[in-house]
């Protein structure tokens, strides 16, 4: 007569429980520590847009919708941990991982609206501050943060793999249909902010050239260098965002729950990295944040901060 294995609220499901001897998985507790500092780091970014009204500009509304995005999935990780250890129930298994697939789901979709916000800022340069602009941002984050929370809900109206094992996917409770239309989903918006990306850098380098000859600038003058280095900035950043979800979303596509888990924490630990990175590119660049920030923390502005002009790096 065999014996019946041990359930596991982890992310993995039974096979997570071969981290035995150990009474935590220490993954976990990396996933933990990790929602903690994004869930920090974000809060800061909310609270300092919040408080400030001058931060009212569609920019600053797609940044404040980011990082709120990335703040709840670092509370969801936390809660995630906290329910596998001390609740043990499915309920709660599933209302966290909602919670997190939910607020992932909007920082990618976060992201691709500011890209979308860059792209429009300098394709309609003359007429980007108008009302129109602000009403169709409000209308972005309408959408976004809509089709985020439908994601989430998935897992919790009974989309899962809880009553049959092996449809499970390679983070437990999500079937291999739904993480299946998460990463089909990624990659389709990845490719939408690279073709955007294209387009900003042939914009940027269009002005300059124009710049150039209007000037009769040189090639290794100042402006020059700050444009290539606009464009090294976008490289880095679509970089960045590439190499922290891309290899979570091969993997959970080829892979199921039979495969280790070792895996699966090693690509799962860089995707969540991704929210700890995204206030550095996004918002504490940012010359307005900069100002909001040092004044809510020295209730001064150095004066390197307040008079540093907008360069094209700062795209």
């Not at 998935?154 to 998460?182: D, W």
Request: glycine share 4%; proline share 5%.
């Amino acid at each position: 007569m065999s014996e019946e294995s041990p359930v596991s609220y982890s992310w993995l499901g039974q096979d997570s429980t071969t981290w035995l001897p150990l009474l935590v998985n220490p993954w976990d507790i990396v996933l933990c520590t990790s929602g903690t500092l994004i869930a920090c780091e974000n809060a800061l970014v909310v609270l300092v847009i919040w408080q400030n009204p001058a931060l009212r500009a569609p920019m600053f509304l797609l940044i404040g919708s980011l990082a709120l995005a990335d703040l709840l999935a670092g509370l969801g990780l936390v809660l995630h941990f906290t329910c596998a250890y001390l609740l043990r129930s499915d309920s709660a298994q599933l209302l966290t991982v909602g919670l997190v697939v939910a607020s992932f789901s909007a920082s990618v979709f976060s992201l691709l609206a500011i890209t979308i916000d860059r792209y429009l800022s300098l394709y309609y340069a003359l007429t980007y501050n108008s009302e129109r602009t602000a009403a169709f941002t409000y209308t972005m984050l309408v959408l976004l943060w809509g089709l985020s929370l439908c994601l989430g809900l998935l897992p919790v109206t009974g989309v899962n793999c809880l009553a049959e094992e092996a449809s499970c996917s390679v983070v437990r409770p999500l079937t291999k249909n739904n993480i299946a239309v998460l990463s089909v989903s990624f990659l389709l918006l990845f490719g939408l902010m690279l073709q955007l990306y294209v387009q900003i850098c042939k914009i940027v380098m269009r002005h300059a050239h124009q710049i150039a000859l209007q000037h009769h600038f040189l090639a290794a003058t100042p402006h020059y260098v700050t444009t290539r280095k606009g464009v090294s900035t976008l490289a880095i950043i679509l970089g960045t965002f590439a190499a922290c979800w891309m290899p979570f979303t091969v993997y959970s596509l080829i892979a199921d729950y039979t495969y280790p888990p070792l895996y699966t924490y090693a690509t799962l630990v860089p995707a969540t990295y991704n929210s700890v990175i995204n206030p550095v590119i996004y918002a504490f660049r940012n010359q307005e944040i900069q100002k909001a920030l040092w004044l809510v923390c020295c209730g001064c502005v150095p004066t390197s901060v307040a008079h540093r002009a907008r360069t094209p790096s700062d795209v």
